[in-house]
Nanobody
């Protein structure tokens, strides 16, 4: 099983990014998929998640209204679009798959992709 996150980079404040999480060895439709991030000196936190059971999505308060999590079944890929990026969005972003959306419920983790928001 492998999850590969990509799409990070250096972005100016106010810009946008779309992160991708491509899976091999599992079918993402059968899992809840979460995006998490860890900023320097801070704990890992959930950013967004899509539940496989009811397709509900949920977002961490700081990204609500700016982020969209979505999936492409044919590509076995989940995306995270974040608009109006802020310096506090700077972090390493990880995607993960599990039965539920909680941090402790994730069974598979990808390597992170660095997002840096700076002018």
């Amino acid at each position: 099983v492998q999850l590969q996150a990509s799409g990070g980079g250096l972005v100016q404040p106010g810009g946008s990014l779309r992160l991708s999480c491509v899976a091999s060895g599992i079918v993402l439709n059968f899992y809840s998929i979460g995006w998490f991030r860890q900023a320097p000196g801070k704990d890992l936190e959930g950013v967004a998640c899509i539940s496989t059971y009811n397709m509900n999505t949920r977002y961490e308060d700081s990204v609500k209204g700016r982020a969209t999590i979505s999936g492409d079944e044919a590509k076995n890929t989940v995306y995270l679009q974040i608009n109006t990026l802020k310096s506090e969005d700077t972090a390493v972003y990880y995607c993960a798959a599990g039965e539920y959306c909680g941090l402790g419920d994730m069974d598979y983790w990808g390597k992170g992709t660095q997002v840096t928001v700076s002018s």
